[in-house]
């Protein structure tokens, strides 16, 4: 199940396998193969194999590596997932690696932003330009 599943507004709660409610705070890294909600405050690198949502009052002291994440609260370290929605509320100190990113307005970003050239809309591009070319060439 998608995170950013357009045809629901609200996340879905039963895809959230953990959750770390605020007042929470772990030293050191979490791995997990599920969903997970934090809340609370993570001082260590956070590995989640399928998605994260890093709620407003949710604080990462790390760097964070998913498949999709949604941040409302902050993070300070780098971010390496395949699709990235930042809130209104959220606010990243770090560098971006990402096929695919979703930014609100009044989100807060410092870092340098990676996207990956494989994806599927960035091929598609590339094959009109190359098309686009070898039809000048031939009308000239």
Known sequence: MSVFNKKSKAIDQQVISTLI???CVIEGN??????????????GDV???EGLILGETGVVHGNIFTREI?????????????ALRIQSTGKINGDIKT??????????????ISTNGNNIANSEHKATVKRIKEQVEEVA
Do not use: W
């Open 47 to 49: 590995k989640i194999e």
């Open 70 to 82: 949604i941040v409302y609260g902050t993070v300070n370290g780098n971010i390496q997932a395949d």
């Open 30 to 43: 979490i791995k997990a193969p599920n969903f997970v909600r934090i809340d609370g405050q993570v001082n």
């Open 21 to 23: 409610s605020t007042g």
């Open 99 to 112: 096929q695919t990113l979703q930014v609100e307005m009044g989100a807060v970003y410092n870092g340098k």
